[in-house]
């Protein structure tokens, strides 16, 4: 009888311990930061504005992604195109949340992505490797190597036909503009400046895009 009770007692411990180990494993599980989902990229495909249409430009941002190890998401980079078949930013890079290379949570959704998005700054705005990206100086206060194509609306949607705002759909190195954001939220004197619409590129070359503060740098956002 003493020898029955005992065996019951050990079961129960056991149990006890067994749920206790799956609980301290769920713990820390749900920990553990989330993965990577935003980044923006740390090299350009280096041809001004024609970065192979949209194609180009998701597989520039696969690329990345594979390289540092995250390549069993989906990655899409943040453009818009204009004319027949337009296409909205904003539409493109799934339902979020999206968090950096450190974890942050840069956005929840797309809405909060558009219409609250202070984590898009100097600080938070990394890489696919964790890095700051560039923003340098080069000693003048008031240029910055911060800007971002985009070709879109502050609410991520597309240009009207008419005004090229998206070097020809993200096909030309030559005429037309580019629509760009501040990575660093920073413009002059100006703090605040939007992360995805703050000006025109004067065209589409890449010494177009570095005049006014750019590389043709982008988004990269994971859509699943």
């Known amino acids: 009888m003493n020898s029955k009770r005992t065996s019951i007692a050990v079961i129960a411990v056991i149990g006890a311990l067994a749920l206790s180990g799956l609980s301290i494993v769920a713990q820390q599980q749900s920990d553990e930061p989330p993965e990577m989902g935003v980044f923006i990229t740390s090299v350009t495909i280096g041809d001004g504005g024609n970065l192979g249409g949209l194609a180009g430009a998701d597989a520039h941002c696969q690329a990345l992604a594979d390289a540092a190890g995250a390549g069993d998401r989906t ?106 954001g501040h990575a660093d939220r920073y413009s002059f004197t100006t703090p605040g400046s939007p992360w995805n619409s703050a000006h025109g590129t004067p065209g589409c070359t890449q010494a177009n895009l570095v005049a006014v503060g750019g590389a043709g740098l982008l988004y990269c956002f994971a859509t699943d």
């Not at 974890?103 to 992505?113: I, K, P, Q, R």
């Not at 910055?144 to 991520?156: A, F, K, P, R, Y």
Request: net charge negative; proline share 4%.
């Open 75 to 180: 990655w899409r980079a943040y453009l818009s195109t204009q004319g027949a078949g337009a296409v909205n930013a904003r539409d493109r890079i799934g339902s979020g949340p999206w968090a950096n290379a450190e974890g942050l949570v840069m956005a929840t959704s797309v809405e909060n992505l558009h219409y609250d998005n202070s984590t898009f700054n100097r600080e938070h705005t990394l890489d696919e490797n964790g890095n700051q990206f560039a923003s340098r100086t080069d000693g003048d206060p008031d240029f910055t190597e911060h800007d971002v194509l985009t070709g879109s609306h502050i609410d991520g949607t597309a240009f009207p036909p008419g005004e090229d705002q998206t070097c020809n759909n993200w096909t030309s190195n030559s005429e037309g503009s580019a629509r760009v």
